[in-house]
């Protein structure tokens, strides 16, 4: 299993999967960024005419999921069973995803993970190129029903 990865569709065969440690003996995959996984209610917050706040609370608590890249491999996106690093990163969430308009799968980096149901909501405008790499995250937040 990968230290991540991202399946599309949800919980059917995969058309198109991006790996983030594929081959762990070959440094051009092999990364293991740090991530953030907490539980985040929906919530909407609400100013008064008098000024105050009222935090209402629109559905269960659901994950938000943080992926923060760091000398992120320009990588491949040619085979979209296999897409990697940036290229393939960004090739996921257009063509499959349409930034967010779509869930898909995501695996964590637990040995025994299971399949999450997650939608990108924002992130793919932070990422900048240096010296070849790209440093950037993602954040993601899991479809509650």
């Known amino acids: 299993m990968p230290s991540w990865q991202w399946s599309y569709p949800y919980g059917g065969t995969d058309t198109a999967t991006v ?3 594929a081959a762990p003996a070959d440094a051009v995959y092999h990364w293991r960024a740090p991530h953030q996984d907490v539980p985040q209610p929906r919530q ?8 105050g706040m009222r935090v209402y609370t629109l559905a269960q608590v659901g994950r938000l999921i943080v992926l923060r890249f760091a000398g992120l491999p320009e990588g ?8 990697y690093g940036w290229r393939g990163m960004l090739k996921f969430l257009e063509a499959f995803t349409n ?8 695996y964590g980096h637990e040995p025994d993970a299971e399949e ?15 010296q070849g790499r790209y440093d950037g995250q993602i954040v993601l937040r899991e479809e509650v029903i």
């Open 99 to 106: 930034f967010g308009g779509d869930t898909f799968g995501f």
């Open 116 to 130: 999450v149901e997650v939608r990108c909501v924002r992130g793919i405008e932070t990422f900048l190129l240096a």
């Open 76 to 83: 491949s996106d040619a085979d979209d069973l296999a897409v």
């Open 44 to 51: 909407v917050f609400v100013e008064t005419a008098d000024g």
């Open 19 to 21: 790996l983030f440690d």
